[in-house]
Structures are given as C-alpha cells and as structure tokens.
C-alpha cells in the first residue's frame, strides 16, 4: 500500500506491469492481482518463484477468480509453498484460499495481532483471519527446487513485514516496503515511522541488484534508490517541524499544507503519515502532543 502524494520519490518513472503471466527471470514469473486503486497502483504483483514446484509469493485478494487465473497460468506445476510478506489483506487475504486449493503450507510474516482486542483503523487493512503454518523471523529460510528464500525483517509499513532475498538471482521481494512507483503508507499504531526508516538503512547496507516489489516494476539500483527513500522522508519530516515552527498544529492543518489538492479519498492516508513522522518526533524529543499520538490531538515544536 503506497503513500498518496503529489510530490513522489526519486525514480526514473513507474513501470507499469502486465496483467498476465510475465517471465522475469529464469527463476522469476509474476501475474498482477486485479486490484487496481490509488494505493494498489495497478494490483498486487504476486510472484511464482521456481520450476515444477514452485513457491508463490503473496497470492493477492480472496478473489477466486484471481486465484483460478494464477493457477491456470502454472499449468502442471505444484505450488509447494505459499509466502507472504505481511498480512494487509491486498496481499495475504488469498493465502487461505489458495492453500485450499494446493495443499501449501503458509509461511513468512507472523498473524497480526489487534492491541488489547480493540481494532483500530490499521487493523483494518489486515487479513485478520491470516494464520500461517510457518511464522519467520530475520534470517529465516523457505528452500525450494533450485531456490531458497531468507526473510529479512523490515517492519515499518507494517509491524510484521518481512522482505525475501533471493540468492540465486541477487534479488530482493521487498513487498511494499520499497517500490518504484510511490512511497509506503506508514500508519500507526502498527505502522511506525522510525521503524520504516531503520528497515531502510539496513537494506542500503544489502547488495542485491534489483527489487520485486509488491506493486509496479521493479526497482533498479536499490541501494541508490533507497537512499533516495530516506532522503524524501527527511524532507517530510523538516516539512513538518517548519509547520509547527509556523503554529500549525493539527495534523489536518499540516497534510493540507503539504499535499495542496490531494484528492478527498487520499487524506485519510496522508494524516496517517504525517502522524507517524510525529511519533517519530515525539520519540526523539523534537515534537510534543496535548493529547498522545492521535489524528485528533495538537502537535508543537518541542
């Protein structure tokens, strides 16, 4: 899930992926979910790594019909295992489904956990029903035929995002946290900004070639490019401090000066952001609140 902006991070454009079935690599195929929305870009990108027996990362939507379309396109072949990156719902919602019509066991990101049995706004882009056979942790492995992936943690879009490198190829399946068409959606409690950004400097210390995102192309000259990631955060966040430097001190206040004429069904995202670049703040003595880290409450300059 991306960030609504007008204003969208260094690249040299945003490749717009097939629908169909698309070899990318000798070990790599991906079809698109059709699920195309501002936050989606044109769906979600679900991977096929392997020959024969093969490993499906992040199967989409519960959508049967995108599942009998994925299935169809692998004719003969045995999904052997499905992989996800994070449980938001545009990207593990299917795992279930598709694990019915396998056999696959699920492995990658742990289920989600809603705080205190209280569902907040972020808990809504959950698959709240996600249950894996198998929860990863940094440095955990999913081998295959001719591949083998090793999760490494990069919470921050979401607390239990994980990445997958692929050795094989020097490649990265970085899920939503890196993509080539916009920044994440950072939305707090279970989104945290500085999370987000300590992800990012670990993957610029990586050395892989390219990234299989969860949505768009692919994201050539990675290290670069994340530091590019970083570099557009920090300008967010001095955007931010000159805001409350000049008494502005809602977070409605602020995304209307910072995304003049975003479109009314993106605000919503943009305030999630702007609120976890203030817990970030506040964390680090910058910022203060009147009333905790909360859309409603009004931010200073500390």
Request: hydrophobic letters at 40%; aromatic letters at 4%; charged letters at 20%.
């Amino acid at each position: 899930m991306a960030e609504p902006s007008n204003d969208p991070p260094p690249s040299r454009g945003a490749e717009r992926p097939p629908s169909g079935l698309t070899r990318l690599s000798e070990r790599i195929r991906r079809i698109v979910a059709p699920n195309p929305s501002p936050f989606t870009f044109t769906g979600t990108c679900v991977y096929i790594v392997g020959e024969g027996e093969v490993a499906v990362i992040d199967p989409g939507p519960a959508d049967p019909a995108h599942l009998d379309a994925l299935l169809a396109a692998i004719p003969g072949e045995r999904v052997a295992r499905i992989v996800v990156t994070h449980s938001h719902r545009d990207h593990a919602a299917g795992a279930a489904l598709l694990k019915q019509r396998t056999g696959a066991p699920i492995a990658g990101a742990r289920a989600h956990v809603v705080a205190d049995g209280k569902p907040t706004r972020a808990d809504a882009s959950h698959a709240l029903d996600y249950a894996p056979d198998e929860a990863l942790e940094d440095g955990g492995r999913v081998a295959g035929r001719g591949f083998t992936l090793e999760a490494v943690a990069t919470p921050g879009h979401a607390a239990n995002h994980l990445s997958f490198a692929l050795a094989e190829e020097n490649a990265l399946f970085s899920g939503d946290h890196v993509m080539a068409w916009s920044t994440s959606v950072i939305a707090p409690p279970d989104g945290s900004m500085r999370a987000y950004l300590a992800s990012l400097e670990k993957l610029a210390r990586r050395s892989e070639a390219v990234y299989w995102p969860g949505h768009g192309g692919p994201v050539r000259e990675p290290e670069r490019y994340v530091r590019a990631l970083i570099g557009h955060r920090r300008q967010r966040e001095a955007a931010i401090l000159a805001r409350l430097e000049a008494g502005e001190a809602s977070v409605a206040e602020m995304v209307a000066q910072m995304y003049p004429g975003l479109a009314s069904a993106l605000v919503g995202a943009a305030n999630l952001s702007t609120l976890a670049h203030l817990e970030d703040l506040i964390e680090r003595g910058l910022a203060l609140s009147d009333g905790g880290i909360a859309l409603e409450a009004r931010f200073r300059r500390a």
